[in-house]
């Protein structure tokens, strides 16, 4: 699948009402045009920090740090559907929302 960077833009500032309502600092970002460009957003709360990258040739990678300890956690994506841009972002929010918060959504 080949991803528009655009839709991923999109895809990011529709969620910024959610991302602020769970206390998540975000920002978003493009690198230079090549073959294979891409786009991420850096998100950080008080005890994680998580980036999402994802590339015109429909590739993600999901990385969440743990501030506290070091650890790092790295799930690669292969989007077969804009669709799974979507679901891809919801994992990334889900984890960075605390377990027991109102804006967590299971």
């Not at 833009?9 to 690198?31: E, F, K, M, N, Y």
């Not at 073959?35 to 994680?48: G, M, Q, R, V």
């Amino acid at each position: 699948m080949e991803l528009d960077l655009d839709d991923f833009a999109a895809t990011v500032d529709a969620r910024a009402p959610q991302l602020h309502s769970c206390g998540i600092q975000w920002q978003l970002h493009r690198g230079p045009t090549y073959n294979k460009s891409a786009a991420w957003i850096d998100c950080t709360n008080a005890d994680l920090a998580g980036w999402l990258i994802v590339w015109t040739s429909g590739e993600a990678e999901l990385e969440l740090a743990n501030l506290t300890t070091g650890s790092v956690d790295s799930t690669h994506y292969e989007f077969s559907a804009l669709n799974d841009l979507t679901t891809c972002l919801d994992d990334l929010i889900r984890r960075l929302t605390p377990a027991g918060s109102p804006a967590r959504q299971e």
